[in-house]
């Protein structure tokens, strides 16, 4: 099979988009596609709990339940450590999450080994 990164940049303000990527990377791995994903911009927001258990797309499902299976699949999501800061993503909110912080050589690095790259 193939490898498929998914880059989101859209939060909280574009639910449907951003659970759309979600939805995609689910999708990649139920057909049995290696998945990374990193999310940068208002979209590191996303792994709040409180946005997490209440965001919801029109047509593209709730963001937990995604998520939810996602990180059953054993994926790594990747936040923009900047992202982080200056939208105020603590350590707290990532606590118990199978996230790391990472610097735009991290995108370039997952972008480079990925046969495809999907943004949102």
Not at 12 to 17: G, V
Request: glycine fraction near 8%; charged fraction near 20%.
């Amino acid at each position: 099979m193939s490898s498929l990164l998914i880059h989101i940049t859209c939060g909280p303000n574009d639910p449907t988009r951003a659970a759309l990527g979600f939805l995609v990377a689910k999708a990649a791995i139920d057909e049995g596609h290696e998945v990374s994903m990193f999310l940068a911009g208002d979209a590191v927001q996303l792994i709040r709990d409180a946005v997490l258990d209440n965001l919801a797309g029109l047509g593209t499902g709730k963001l937990r339940e995604h998520y939810d299976a996602i990180v059953a699949a054993g994926v790594t999501i990747h936040l923009s450590g900047m992202s982080c800061v200056s939208r105020g993503v603590s350590d707290q909110d990532l606590e118990s999450k199978p996230v790391e912080k990472a610097m735009s050589n991290v995108l370039v690095q997952l972008t480079m080994a990925s046969d495809r790259v999907r943004a949102y």
